[in-house]
């Protein structure tokens, strides 16, 4: 025997290999459904690859060849050929004449008949029959989906044990489209919002498939914005600010002048502050140095929604304050896009470079192009993107620089 000749692993190997990539089990939806063969041509009888022994081996080892013969004769009845699979395939003989050995029959093309044949060929009987359990559950109370089970019947399969509750949801949402509700509020015996929360993923891929199309804002996808998606209520954005101007009137005297308002009542504030700063840090927010006139409020990374809707930032002074890294310059970018006024703070090479011994290394630097920034802010980004300062990519976080620094930066504005 020879690795040159197909073993009866092999065989299975190749019928193994469709069903990892979920096409034994789509045989299962796609008949029902009338496939048209010329788009989808049937799967069985499928044959399989076979490499078999040459003329010369015939003759010169012949004791091997016959051997070979079998061995894909024994894994096609079984036998004992549990480490290979049982049964499944065909062989087809063929006559061969040789001048030595003289006349004999050897395996000449291996075929797969049947979906039942493969599945005995690999042992997945038990999965098929799961499979065809939720598919016919499927057909029964979601037929929308059945097009999802044939493109992606392995995920189905790991789904098996929630898939119930899956088409329920499905179902519930299709009695309430954009329903206007948190997720804690949908009332489903075996379902919570935390099991809508884990399966956000698919079930937007379902609710995709089953719901009309005014049902679905196709402006917003991913699963963060699920909720946003299909009508649900989300829970609300929030702004946290501190008032720096120990003369300010608290609106609760006597407490310490750090506030979080919802994002509609911090769009309505139009607050007595000419100066609006934006920290990344909480510590730094917490810890901001007092200034007339002026307040922080805690920034939320990528993504200024919260900050977007208050036109009143617009007319006031605007100052970022994020870390010196390519990160920091892309944050500060997309807030120019909403505020095209706002300022960096703290974020220039002489900072920078005065704290060189605070320097760490930035995981994953961004190297898109940014096109709000300042040609200063543009020069110390493409230092930092393209390892002109470093051989490593170079990161000065916020909370690094010296408090003493801080002072003196917003001293220096008149604050």
């Known amino acids: 025997m ?17 069903w990892d990539k979920g096409r034994l089990l789509a045989c299962l939806v796609a008949p029902m459904e009338g496939v048209d063969d010329v788009d989808e041509p049937a799967l069985f009888p499928l044959r399989l690859s076979l490499r078999m022994p040459r003329s010369l081996d015939l003759s010169e080892r012949f004791d091997a060849v016959r051997e070979w013969a079998a061995g894909l004769q024994q894994g096609r009845r079984g036998g004992s050929a549990g480490a290979t699979g049982a049964g499944g395939y065909r062989l087809v003989l063929r006559e061969v004449r040789h001048r030595v050995i003289g006349q004999n029959s050897l395996p000449d093309e291996a075929w797969v008949d049947t979906l039942a044949d493969a599945l005995q060929l690999i042992g997945k009987g038990r999965e098929a029959k799961a499979f065809a359990a939720l598919l016919a559950e499927t057909r029964a109370r979601q037929p929308a989906l059945l097009p999802w089970l044939r493109m992606h019947p392995l995920r189905a399969l790991a789904l098996a044990d929630e898939w119930a509750q899956l088409l329920a949801m499905v179902g519930w949402m299709q009695v ?22 884990a399966q956000r993923a698919v079930l937007a891929e379902l609710l995709d498939l089953a719901l009309p199309t005014d049902a679905v804002d196709a402006n917003v996808s991913g699963v963060t914005r699920f909720a946003q998606r299909y009508g649900f209520r989300d829970k609300p954005a929030r702004v946290r600010l501190r008032f720096l101007d120990p ?48 307040l922080v409020i805690f920034g939320a990374g990528y993504g200024f929604e919260a900050l977007a809707q208050a036109a009143w930032l617009a007319r006031r002074s605007l100052h970022y304050w994020g870390d010196i890294d390519t990160h920091g310059f892309a944050i500060l970018d997309q807030l120019r896009a909403h505020f095209p006024h706002a300022q960096s703070f703290l974020m220039d090479r002489d900072t920078l470079l005065a704290h060189q011994p605070q320097w760490a290394d930035e995981p994953q630097p961004t190297l898109r192009d940014l096109p709000r920034l300042t040609d200063a802010e543009r020069r110390l980004y493409d230092d930092l993107r393209w390892l002109r300062l470093h051989a490593t990519p170079v990161r000065l976080e916020q909370e690094r620089i010296g408090f003493g620094w801080v002072e003196r930066a917003v001293e220096a504005l008149g604050a």
Do not use: C
């Not at 509020?185 to 929360?197: A, C, N, R, T, Y």
């Open 2 to 18: 020879t690795s040159d000749w197909t073993t009866p692993a092999e065989l299975r190997a190749q019928v193994l290999k469709l």
């Open 176 to 197: 309430h489209p954009r329903p206007g509700v948190y997720l804690r509020q949908v009332d489903l015996p075996g379902i919570h919002s935390k099991f809508i929360e």
């Open 247 to 294: 003369q300010h009137a608290a609106w609760a005297p006597g407490a310490d002048q750090d506030y979080t308002l919802l994002q509609e009542n911090f769009a309505r504030l139009d607050p007595a502050a000419s100066r609006v700063f934006i920290t990344e840090n909480e510590v730094n927010f917490l810890a901001f140095p007092p200034a007339t006139d002026s």
